[in-house]
């Protein structure tokens, strides 16, 4: 079975024209500047994959340090339905204000072109999108797709199209927030690999994207920050898990987008409930064919309802409550549960062994999908509290699968 861990690498705009990459460290203050922490340290991030029985792997991975404007990262907060004041003058420089932690996670499925494209250039189209190009990238999916998106009319960037309400004019008003901003580098994203991806009718991927940003004064990395912004763009069944320190339980930051889901299900209602087909295992499928109703590429299901429109939330966190983030494709979170997931790694002191011991279970349980798990330590990394509730229930099932193989070798 092929094991690995990430690559870290570039990120490009387009499909062929290289460009800056996004930085792959983060700074944090000194008396006098700041110091630079690599993320491609194995004891700072721990990535890795197995592609289980699959003869190739689809799932990709992506760490980075974004630089985004401080004053729409202080719009954002405002906004919250428990606003956060935050001076971005109070990070101690322009580069630490504006300064986010990046983690994505892709599963690609009908072949790899689309993850793998995502992973080489989504955060540099969250870092470089603007609201000047939302008119546009709204009219093109309204008329690539028609069908579902006739009606259309930019979802939360509507405010910045000819359907602003109120007498607006389109793009007119206050900064973008960091939900406006997601979105549109999805939408941007997606354009990117209809138009230059072959294969997209039928080839796509899910994506989770967490972005942590220190608002202590001055900002600290997020890993030492005492209080953290944290935001999830989240489009399918990869998954986003929180562990809350002083009791070691879960905290789940996604939900599945799937077509029987409740959100899913309201959003997709007008469509006809009769496209909601269930195949030869009972699994529920859109159309008979797709599981996922939210992701990149899939083109020739787009005018029936599927959309790379990420469901996007952003919440304000006390850093030393929380032990660690986890992000995890498919292949691991449909053999554990979530606080399966959280407890596995609660005594780990290294990341990367966090995320193989992580794969390596799910192995042991016979995974055959892509496993991949990101494993991000926060300020409460190494003293997670509470009791291992689901140890005796890991290792009963670990010892009644050993059983049943060995009595599957010997029929």
């Known amino acids: 079975m092929l094991l690995r861990s990430i690559t870290f690498t570039a990120p490009r705009r387009g499909l062929g024209t290289s460009v800056r ?25 721990g990535v890795y994959s197995s592609r289980g029985s699959r003869p190739y792997q689809e799932d990709t991975a992506v760490v980075g340090s974004l630089q985004l404007p401080p004053s729409e990262l202080q719009n954002t907060l405002a906004k919250l339905e428990t606003p956060c004041e935050w001076d971005p003058a109070s990070a101690g420089s322009d580069f630490l204000a504006g300064q986010v932690a990046a983690f994505g996670i892709f599963d690609g499925h009908g072949g790899k072109e689309v993850s793998t494209y995502l992973r080489e250039n989504l955060f540099n ?25 006739k009606r259309w009319r930019g979802g939360v960037l509507s405010r910045y199209t000819k359907f602003a309400a109120n007498g607006q004019k389109a793009g007119e008003g206050e900064e973008m927030t960091l939900e406006e901003r997601l979105t549109t580098a999805f939408l941007s994203a997606d354009k990117q690999v209809l138009e230059g991806i072959e294969k997209s009718k039928r080839c796509g991927s899910t994506a989770s994207v967490v972005l942590l940003q220190s608002l202590d004064e001055p900002a600290q990395p997020y890993w030492a920050a005492k209080k953290l912004s944290l935001t999830v763009a989240h489009c399918g069944d990869t998954r986003a898990l929180l562990c809350h320190q002083p009791t070691g339980q879960v905290i789940p930051l996604t939900e599945k987008h799937h077509a029987e889901a409740r959100v899913e299900a309201s959003r997709l209602r007008r469509m006809g409930a009769e496209l909601l087909v269930s195949d ?13 109703t939210r992701g990149f590429g899939d083109g020739e299901w787009k005018p029936s309802g599927v959309t790379v429109e990420p469901e ?25 549960s979530d606080q399966e997931l959280v407890d596995l790694i609660r005594k780990s002191f290294d990341p990367t062994r966090a995320a193989k011991t992580i794969v ?12 991949t798990a990101v494993v991000v330590p926060l300020h409460g990394w190494g003293h997670v ?3 291992d509730t689901t140890k005796e229930r890991r290792e009963w099932r670990r010892r009644r699968f050993g059983e049943m193989n060995t009595r599957m070798q010997r029929m």
């Open 21 to 45: 990459g996004v930085h792959d460290f983060i700074r944090g203050p000194t008396p006098g500047g700041t110091y630079k922490v690599p993320l491609n340290n194995p004891k700072i991030i």
């Open 385 to 387: 509290g509470g009791e």
């Open 360 to 371: 390596h279970f799910a192995e042991d349980l016979g995974a055959s999908d892509n496993c």
């Open 280 to 292: 030869s295992f009972g699994e529920s499928r859109w159309m008979g064919v797709v599981e996922n």
């Open 312 to 336: 996007v939330t952003t919440r304000v966190i006390d850093g030393h409550e929380h032990s660690y983030l986890i992000l995890l494709t498919d292949g691991l979170t449909s053999l554990l």
């Open 125 to 149: 189209q969250i870092e470089s999108i603007s609201k000047s190009d939302i008119p546009d990238l709204v009219q093109w999916t309204k008329e690539k797709h028609a069908g579902y998106f």
